[in-house]
């Protein structure tokens, strides 16, 4: 397509020289290739296209009006979608009205230019909008900045010694974190308020972390002592080894000491602890092998006490209490001259069972004593004298009783008689 030669805009031509394109409402083209644009009652020129057809050249101003409509339209459409800032599209649409204004096209240019007025009206009630949400955003930003930066002082208040590091530490980050995803997404502060929550921020976490390395550098002093006296207790405690069974008593004084030597790092301790295990395990097998040779050799022991307890049966049987405490006697010295038996949950089951004898031979005895005891029998034998004398003055009164025919006194003789003779029987008398 031909160009438009740029050249001076000539004078408008005579009625009679412009042929008027019926096609077009809004502009014509000249003979000498000058198309005008009409606004209102009003024509003006918007240049020359004079290598070209009528036609030609007025469908190319044509597409200058296309071209700025196009742009007012998507102007329009930004605006309705909402995507777009309207401080932006109302900045956009100021430059576009400069545009229409004397712009060199064919086209409706005054009803385009109401439209950029309505919208820039409406841009301007929209931007005015989005700078009270922009300042009402940035306040709240501000308050979120201030929220976490109260938060890092609160740590950075608390006494180093009480802090417990690992879950603070996790506070610290997490804080941090949020304050750059602040910073990345949310509105941009002034400068001004920018520094000074971020300086208080920083202060505060640098506190943070100077009390960290200083815990952390007290702790490491605190678990090289520990570790020092661990190592010398798992020293001592290999040492005891040649001493077998023996070494335990020691080794259990040392154990109290390492309960009271502090922390020495998990790492360090877990590896001390074992060497210290490890040791014990050594003098707590050789007292295992020595049990077990001892249960070993208590079998035949008792099989031997298990007889001693069937003969031990017999003593029960016996009616002479003086041979059946001597069976007994040797039963039991020979059970102690069968010696120790392990283990010593058995021992005790066996000298339970034999006990049970015993407490059977000691009940018949005092059982024996109570009856033949000689001041028991003095008391018994004048209780047995009283009751005889009782008895028989009561038969005389009731012979008496009798005699008379007195009912009554018959009835209290028989009755006092009755209990006399029972307490009598009692003595065995």
Do not use: C
Not at 18 to 33: K, L, Q
Not at 41 to 65: C, I, S
Request: no cysteine; proline share 3%.
């Amino acid at each position: 397509m031909p160009r438009p030669v740029p050249r001076p805009v000539p004078r408008p031509a005579t009625v009679a020289a412009v042929r008027t394109t019926p096609a077009e409402e809004w502009g014509r083209v000249a003979e000498d290739g000058t198309v005008s644009v009409r606004e209102g009652d009003q024509w003006r020129q918007v240049g020359q296209y004079p290598d070209g057809t009528h036609d030609e050249a007025l469908a190319y101003f044509t597409r200058k009006f296309t071209d700025l409509a196009d742009k007012v339209a998507l102007l329009e459409q930004r605006h309705r979608g909402g995507g777009a800032s309207a401080s932006e599209l109302r900045t956009a649409a100021a430059r576009l009205v400069d545009e229409v204004d004397g712009a060199a096209a064919v086209g409706d240019l005054a009803s385009l230019a109401g439209r950029l007025d309505a919208l820039t009206d409406t841009l301007g009630a929209a931007s005015a909008e989005e700078a009270a949400a922009a300042r009402a955003a940035v306040d709240e930003a501000v308050q979120q900045r201030t929220v976490l930066v109260e938060s890092m002082e609160k740590l950075a208040a608390r006494d180093p010694k009480s802090i417990q590091w690992k879950q603070t530490t996790a506070e610290v980050n997490e804080l941090f974190a949020q304050w750059q995803a602040q910073q990345q997404a949310g509105p941009r502060l002034s400068k001004a308020a920018s520094q000074q929550l971020w300086k208080r921020f920083r202060d505060a976490r640098a506190t943070l972390d100077r009390h960290r390395r200083e815990f952390y550098a007290d702790l490491d002093e605190t678990h090289k002592a520990a570790r020092d006296r661990k190592s010398a207790l798992v020293a001592k405690a290999e040492a005891l080894a040649p001493k077998g069974e023996d070494g335990i008593p020691a080794y259990r004084d040392l154990l109290d000491q390492w309960k009271s030597s502090g922390r020495a790092g998990r790492k360090a301790d877990d590896a001390l602890w074992a060497r210290f295990k490890a040791a014990g395990d050594v003098l707590y097998a050789a007292r295992a092998e020595r049990d077990s040779a001892e249960v070993e050799a208590s079998l035949e022991k008792i099989e031997q006490r298990r007889a001693l307890l069937d003969e031990a049966k017999a003593v029960a049987d016996e009616k002479d209490l003086r041979k059946a405490r001597t069976q007994l006697t040797g039963i039991q010295r020979r059970w102690d001259e069968i010696g120790r038996i392990f283990p010593r949950d058995k021992e005790r089951a066996l000298d339970d069972e034999l006990r049970k004898v015993e407490q059977a031979l000691r009940a018949r005895e005092d059982a024996d004593w109570k009856r033949n005891n000689p001041e028991t029998r003095a008391r018994a034998d004048d209780m047995t004298q009283q009751l005889t004398d009782a008895i028989a003055k009561l038969e005389d009164e009731l012979t008496a009783a009798r005699a008379g025919g007195d009912a009554t006194a018959i009835a209290a003789a028989e009755e006092a008689l009755a209990a006399r003779k029972a307490w009598l029987g009692a003595l065995g008398r």
